[in-house]
């Protein structure tokens, strides 16, 4: 069984310029609201450290390992819920569209044999977090590539 959390947004702004937005994890604390830290390499296995802000709830650490990611395209990272019997494989994708729009979608996959208890209100609350994310990030892609376009070269 599985669940699924996920948001989807135009970006107008090449798709180079949003992964530059996604990759630069150092930058992730001046303009992302649910992920304001976020440390370490993108490599597969490779350990980051990130911080999460969903809804009013306190902020938590946690630190889940690189599962894949492909320069440009996308970056997913895992995790383990209720003693390892729940996976979550949370994932940022990037669908180039054209020369100058793409598709951010960011989201949570949720499987395993205890993945009914993954609530449908802790999967409204983000649905919300996540759709906050992508209007953060295309705003951040899409102010960088009006920037570049009115700078002189």
């Known amino acids: 069984m599985q669940r699924a959390v996920e948001h989807r947004i135009g970006v107008q702004a ?13 930058a992730w ?8 830290r976020m440390e370490g390499e993108l490599r597969i296995g490779t350990p980051l450290v990130v911080e999460v802000v969903i809804g009013d709830a ?13 320069p440009y395209e996308q970056l997913h990272w895992r995790t383990k ?6 996976t979550a ?9 054209g020369d100058q729009n793409a598709i951010f979608s960011n989201g949570e996959l949720f499987m395993g044999p ?3 208890f993954v609530s449908r ?9 996540y759709t906050r994310m992508g209007e953060a990030v295309r705003d951040r892609a899409e102010a960088i590539w009006s920037q570049r376009q009115n700078t002189p070269i």
Do not use: C, M
């Not at 090449?14 to 150092?26: G, R």
């Not at 494989?89 to 569209?97: A, G, L, V």
């Not at 209100?121 to 977090?129: K, P």
């Open 14 to 26: 090449p798709a180079e310029i949003v992964w530059e937005v996604i990759s630069d994890f150092a």
């Open 29 to 36: 604390k001046d303009w992302n609201p649910i992920h304001p």
């Open 58 to 70: 306190p902020p938590a650490t946690i630190q889940p390992v690189v599962q894949d990611w492909v």
């Open 81 to 86: 819920r209720l003693r390892g019997f729940v």
């Open 89 to 97: 494989i949370r994932y940022i994708e990037i669908d180039k569209k």
């Open 114 to 116: 205890l993945v009914r």
């Open 121 to 129: 209100d802790e999967r409204r609350r983000l649905r919300a977090a």
